[in-house]
């Protein structure tokens, strides 16, 4: 094998320089040329692509974002699309193709494999919700923003006498609002995967209110609906102010932490050798702290579930 490419893919989260870097860093280590695929399968379609270097990745490990850019690209959904985007891998001599990113686009991946083209997928997403990883690129950054913003939330609510409900990101994964209900102390925390009662909880809140608590917060998952609304229908029904922060992008954003650079390495590392070795179709996870293979189509044919031991975590201490 001569040649591979790397892109990123779908939304953009922390991490997913340190773990281009790393392709781009084994693949010329092990003597073989990695070219650069700009704006996801965007750009893949308008043929950007183009050759790196070792200094193509320098100076990028500590940005958020993706020095290689991402795209949305419904066409991609379409079969021909896909065809001539394996011509156009083909015409640069591209033997293999590290993806980076979410659900989405490691389907897209899996899809463009039946082309010839070997992929290895690496799960770059905030939202932690790749089947067979308990990690993905970025989630752990977006984590800490979030624990920041309640930090900062609960100094400002304890001033007055409020409810806070804070809407995260995550898509229809509860991951990142279950952990950061855990770590920022949370009284409640609305997830997709598990039924709540919003009756009982406004009962709930104005009882505790009653008996003297001076704030609560409430971390909303966007994927159970507008927090904005949800918040609306809080503060009609107990009465008590109720203010509302949707946190948006700023969860995407950020110089990733520790964990996030660690790991995208790893996996970045990983990425490189499986091609390079005639591994295909894969996506390289994290369980247990160390790299996992997951099959691909298995990855993108199933879908991640909420640990029952974190539901349990956050109703036990929230009490
Ligand atoms: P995140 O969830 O973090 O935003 P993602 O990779 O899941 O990341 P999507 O917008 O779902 O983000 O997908 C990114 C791109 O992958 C799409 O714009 C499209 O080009 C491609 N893609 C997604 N789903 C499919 C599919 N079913 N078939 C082919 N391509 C797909």
């Known amino acids: 094998l001569k040649s591979i490419a790397i892109m990123t893919s779908g939304g953009d989260s922390p991490g997913m320089n340190a773990a281009a870097r790393a392709v ?6 092990e003597g073989v040329r990695v070219f650069g695929i700009y704006d996801g399968y965007k750009g893949m379609l308008e043929n950007r692509i183009v050759e790196l270097t070792s200094q193509s990745v320098s ?3 500590q940005r958020g974002g993706t020095f290689l850019g991402t795209a949305r690209c419904p066409e991609f959904k379409q079969e021909e699309t896909r065809a001539k985007a394996a011509e156009i891998l083909k015409s640069h001599g591209i033997e293999g193709l590290v993806i980076i990113g979410g659900d989405g686009s490691l389907t897209g991946g899996s899809l463009l494999s039946k082309y010839g083209i070997p992929i ?4 770059g997403t905030i939202d932690n919700d790749v089947w067979g990883s308990d990690y993905t690129i970025g989630a752990d ?3 800490n923003t979030i624990l920041d913003a309640i930090n900062k939330l609960r100094d400002t609510a304890s001033a007055h006498r409020r409810i806070i409900v804070l809407e995260v990101m995550g898509r229809t994964c509860g991951w990142l609002a279950m952990m950061a209900a855990i770590a920022g102390g949370a009284e409640y925390v609305l997830v997709p995967e598990v039924h709540f009662d919003l009756n009982k909880i406004c009962d709930e809140l104005k009882e505790s209110y009653a008996n003297g608590r001076r704030y609560s917060i ?4 966007e994927g159970v609906g507008s927090a904005v609304d949800i918040g609306k229908e809080i503060g009609e029904k107990t009465g008590i102010d109720t203010r509302v922060t949707v946190l948006g992008h700023v969860q995407r954003g950020g110089s990733p932490t520790a964990e996030d650079r660690v790991k995208a390495s790893m996996l970045g590392e990983k990425a490189a050798l499986a091609l390079i070795n005639g591994q295909r179709n894969v996506v390289f996870g994290i369980n247990n702290g160390k790299v996992v293979a997951i099959d691909l189509h298995d990855s993108v044919n199933n879908n991640k579930t909420l640990d029952p031991e974190l539901v349990r975590l956050a109703r036990v201490l929230s009490k």
Do not use: E, F, W, Y
């Open 218 to 221: 409430v971390v909303v998952a």
């Open 141 to 143: 950054t977006a984590l």
């Open 24 to 29: 781009v860093r084994t693949a010329l280590n």
């Open 59 to 61: 100076d990028i490990i």
């Open 120 to 123: 290895v997928g690496l799960p």
